[in-house]
């Protein structure tokens, strides 16, 4: 069979790809029945000597218009991912291109594309999956605008959240610091996020992993990307703040704003409260090399941790460049009971006691000082003995042995005289543990820090409990 113009125009029209060619300025010449289908036009007149841009066919047409200048210069691109405005509605679509030849010379370019939307959301509903990136987004920034000439959006973002991969996320930092391109770059570990999937299942943890991260996302959109480094840990990468004020203030407003790194997340089975742990340093300041930038931000990460998690910290060098991390890790439980009752028996009466193990506590438990209520109903200080509070209607809070609180508020109608002195006494965050055993030597136990939202552990909680014992056995033997 001989190819001939009817023939080539009666498989074009008969195709289900949506199929156009284009001169080198880039003006329609022609399309095919399935493209005019897809647009609702009668004939090819309406659109024929136009460009996208002259339809108004995307809200952002300047990827689109790069994209054919690149095959106008030679180069195709194959499975594009794209949108299209359709009826004053957003679809999806997919799309090819090639340059068209004549005598050796590119003359314009034709391609093809593929409406995707329902796929794509069939897709998405049935395993869970949430878009967090468009590829008109991406593009803005020069490495996705080449990437994803290739490369398929699907391939580049991670399936649950929809933000970057982790082999997209090292990639591009890997590629900004090829090309001497200042960022800021920090991890972010979501704060007890395995108590989430023990205790709700990990349905409700999927939940708080997308709704972090598409408040991230949508937070950073324009100056920054969000990966996901793995499990709940998550990756920075900021090209808008690179001085210590600048990256101080985006950071603090991704704290205080309530809805970002800190936010209540419902779902089926309840809800919870999540907060995050973030270290950040800066490229080329802090390291010119992936390695030793990748170094800082994990250093700075486990400081987080080790001051109660719930905060970030930057890279500082005068601060942080001497901090060996292997004195940050905490001994287990069981060495630190240890050593906290050999420190406590050396003490000769329990005020020294006391002051023995304050150094060890605030080691432990990243507090300045420990503190305690005695008879008549004061809050005293183990190592300044000129401090004094007035905690006399702590009872009325102290219903079980144990109470704490990373929000003062929740004290302000239980006990107003302990609240106030707290307040007054720059106190956020505390934990109380009771003394066993009817005594008015000391009462209770308590940690008081000055940081808003500290984040008690279990086990900073089993030490209290640990030394709330051996301060009861003392005071009955």
């Known amino acids: 069979m001989e190819m001939n113009e009817n023939l080539f125009n009666s498989i074009i029209n008969t195709a289900q790809d949506c199929v156009f060619w ?10 095919n029945q399935a493209f005019l289908d897809f647009y609702g036009f009668a004939s090819a007149d309406v659109l024929i000597g136009k460009t996208d841009e002259d339809m108004g066919w995307h809200n952002d047409p300047e990827p689109y218009r790069r994209d054919e200048l690149r095959v106008l210069s030679g180069e ?17 679509i997919i799309a090819s291109k090639k340059p068209l030849y004549e005598n050796g010379k590119i003359i314009g370019l034709v391609g093809s594309f593929l409406d995707v939307t329902d796929t794509l959301r069939q897709h998405a509903g049935t395993i869970g999956h949430q878009k967090v990136y468009t590829a008109e987004q991406l593009r803005r920034h020069p490495y996705f605008d080449k990437l994803l000439v290739e490369t398929s959006i699907g391939e580049i973002t991670d399936p649950l959240t929809g933000i970057l991969s982790r082999a997209c996320s090292m990639d591009l930092v890997h590629s900004l610091i090829a090309k001497g391109i200042p960022f ?53 990468i900021n090209l808008r703040d690179l001085d210590y004020d600048a990256l101080k203030a985006h950071l603090a407003q991704m704290y205080e704003s309530g809805d970002i790194l800190r936010q209540n997340i419902a779902f089926d089975e309840g809800n919870t409260h999540i907060t995050a742990t973030t270290g950040c340093a800066v490229y080329p300041k802090d390291a010119d090399s992936f390695d030793t930038l990748f170094a800082l931000i994990d250093k700075t990460l486990y400081i987080g941790k080790s001051k109660g998690r719930n905060c970030y910290i930057i890279y500082v060098k005068e601060k942080h460049e001497s901090v060996e991390l292997r004195n940050l890790a905490k001994n287990s439980i069981y060495a630190d009971m240890h050593q906290l009752k050999k420190v406590f028996q050396r003490g000769k009466g329990l005020r020294e006691k006391l002051l ?56 302000q109608k239980k006990c107003p005289v302990f609240y106030h002195e707290l307040k007054e006494h720059g106190m956020e965050s505390l934990m109380i543990i009771r003394v066993d055993g009817d005594n008015d030597v000391i009462r209770y136990i308590i940690c008081a820090v000055q940081r808003s939202l500290r984040i008690w552990q279990d086990d900073e909680c089993a030490i209290m409990y640990f030394l709330a014992n051996l301060i009861a056995a003392y005071l009955r033997s």
Request: hydrophobic letters at 40%; charged letters at 25%.
């Open 22 to 31: 284009k001169d080198t300025h880039r003006r329609f010449v022609g399309v």
């Open 76 to 92: 195709s691109t194959y499975k594009v991912p794209g949108k299209c405005i359709i009826r004053g509605q957003e679809r999806d």
């Open 184 to 236: 800021s770059f920090a991890i972010v570990d979501l704060d007890n996020f395995k108590l989430i999937n023990d205790h709700f299942g990990h349905k409700a943890g999927d939940i708080v992993l997308k709704a972090v991260t598409k408040s991230l996302a949508e937070f950073m959109d324009g100056y920054g990307f969000v990966g996901r480094f793995g499990g709940d840990e998550l990756l920075l």
């Open 356 to 411: 023995y193990v304050s150094p060890l506590l605030a080691d432990i438990l990243q507090v300045p000082d420990l503190f305690y209520v005695s008879k008549g109903g004061y809050m005293k200080s183990v190592r300044d003995p000129s401090y004094t509070a007035n905690a006399s209607d702590i009872d009325t809070l102290m219903t079980e042995d144990f109470f704490s609180t990373n929000n003062l508020l929740d004290l």
